[in-house]
């Protein structure tokens, strides 16, 4: 199942430099409708289309994760307490474009954001881009 890792940054503020580094691990489950385009024959003479766009949701389940900065370390159930939760569930919004160079081979892009807060009075909508290559059967 895929995993999400959202990375670290290093911000100055005034001199000051700030460490953060967010480690959540979730297991995902997308539905996405896609829109073929540019249909073609390979040499074996199967039809294949080269492009597919497609669009969707998915379900997002916090399994784990580690949050450290200069105030400490939250890790397993300190994620979830009253003073700092974050949310076991959420939905995040996809866009994906695939182009297939061969009938098998293809890489794909992918962008998804979160609509809504992950964490309760904080502001953050995380994001991610993901680049794959693909092989299909």
């Not at 979830?80 to 098998?104: E, Q």
Request: hydrophobic share 40%; charged share 20%.
């Amino acid at each position: 199942f895929p995993s999400h890792d959202m990375g670290s940054q290093s911000v100055f503020i005034k001199g000051q430099p700030r460490a953060f580094i967010l480690d959540l691990n979730y297991i995902e489950v997308p539905v996405l409708v896609h829109y073929k385009d540019w249909l073609v024959k390979s040499e074996t003479g199967r039809s294949f289309h080269r492009f597919h766009f497609g669009v969707g949701a998915s379900y997002n389940r916090l399994l784990s994760g580690k949050e450290s900065s200069l105030n400490g370390t939250l890790e397993g159930d300190q994620l979830f307490s009253v003073a700092n939760p974050y949310f076991k569930n959420h939905v995040m919004l996809i866009a994906d474009i695939n182009f297939y160079f061969t009938r098998n081979w293809g890489i794909n892009l992918r962008y998804e954001r979160a609509p809504m807060n992950i964490r309760e009075n904080k502001y953050f909508n995380p994001h991610m881009i993901v680049f794959r290559v693909l092989f299909t059967f």
